[in-house]
């Protein structure tokens, strides 16, 4: 696996080997040794999540607060997402700011998320089947989130609001600037 860097800090986006010959291809979706030897990030995973969405869906932007914040590790199995995360971390040097990649079921790209971070994704595909593995466990009192089109953050979905479809709670996910008075 290749690891590099992004933008923001502690962000990294994952590029795996991926093996194909004539029956299919084969690749190691996590390597928790390599991850820590090319990051010096020591993370113990203990949730996998896997959702099915069709095109147009957002899903975000969410986290977990406090003690039930959670570091992910998200990746596209089927289809093509728009993957968004944004460190809100006080204090961080990159604290505000946003990353966009595409994840898809061809070069296989992961992101690894921090703690401390917002995140979402826009399916860009139908039947895309997205998964992630999660360093907490889920607890819903602990569930947080922006609003997708939030003024500050400014960020480029690529389609437009009316062509989206978002849960009725996502729909009304505070304003970021509003985290944090
Ligand atoms: C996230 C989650 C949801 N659920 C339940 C709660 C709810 O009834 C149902 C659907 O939940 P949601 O609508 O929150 O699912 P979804 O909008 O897909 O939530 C996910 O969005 C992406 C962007 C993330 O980053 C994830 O961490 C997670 O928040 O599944 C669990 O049981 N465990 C979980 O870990």
Same mark, same amino acid.
């Given at each position: 696996?290749? #690891?590099?860097?992004?933008?923001?800090? !502690?962000?990294?986006?994952?590029? *795996?080997?991926?093996?194909? !010959?004539?029956?299919?291809?084969?690749?190691?979706?996590?390597?928790?040794?390599?991850?820590?030897?090319?990051?010096?990030?020591?993370?113990?995973?203990?949730? !996998?999540?896997?959702?099915?969405?069709?095109?147009?869906v957002l899903?975000?932007?969410?986290?977990?607060?406090?003690?039930?914040?959670?570091?992910k590790?998200v990746?596209?199995?089927?289809g093509k997402?728009?993957?968004?995360?944004?460190?809100?971390r006080?204090?961080?040097?990159?604290?505000?700011?946003?990353?966009?990649?595409?994840?898809?079921?061809?070069?296989?790209?992961?992101?690894?998320i *921090?703690?401390?971070?917002a995140?979402?994704?826009?399916?860009?595909e139908?039947?895309?089947?997205?998964?992630?593995?999660? !360093?907490?466990?889920?607890?819903?009192a602990?569930?947080?989130?922006i609003?997708?089109?939030?003024?500050?953050?400014? #960020?480029?979905?690529?389609?437009?609001?009316?062509q989206?479809? #978002?849960?009725e709670?996502?729909?009304?996910?505070?304003?970021?600037?509003t985290?944090?008075?």
């Amino acid at each position: 696996m290749t #690891i590099t860097p992004t933008p923001l800090k !502690d962000c990294y986006i994952i590029q *795996p080997q991926i093996f194909e !010959d004539e029956r299919g291809y084969f690749f190691e979706s996590f390597n928790q040794r390599d991850f820590e030897e090319q990051t010096g990030i020591r993370v113990d995973f203990v949730q !996998d999540n896997q959702s099915q969405s069709s095109k147009g869906v957002l899903r975000g932007l969410h986290f977990q607060k406090g003690a039930f914040a959670q570091a992910k590790l998200v990746r596209v199995v089927k289809g093509k997402v728009l993957d968004v995360c944004v460190d809100i971390r006080k204090g961080s040097p990159t604290f505000g700011q946003h990353f966009s990649v595409v994840l898809d079921d061809i070069e296989h790209k992961q992101l690894y998320i *921090p703690r401390g971070f917002a995140h979402g994704f826009l399916v860009l595909e139908n039947d895309t089947i997205f998964t992630y593995k999660c !360093d907490n466990y889920y607890n819903s009192a602990s569930e947080s989130g922006i609003i997708f089109n939030d003024r500050t953050l400014n #960020i480029d979905w690529g389609m437009p609001d009316s062509q989206l479809i #978002i849960s009725e709670k996502d729909q009304n996910l505070p304003l970021f600037d509003t985290l944090y008075m």
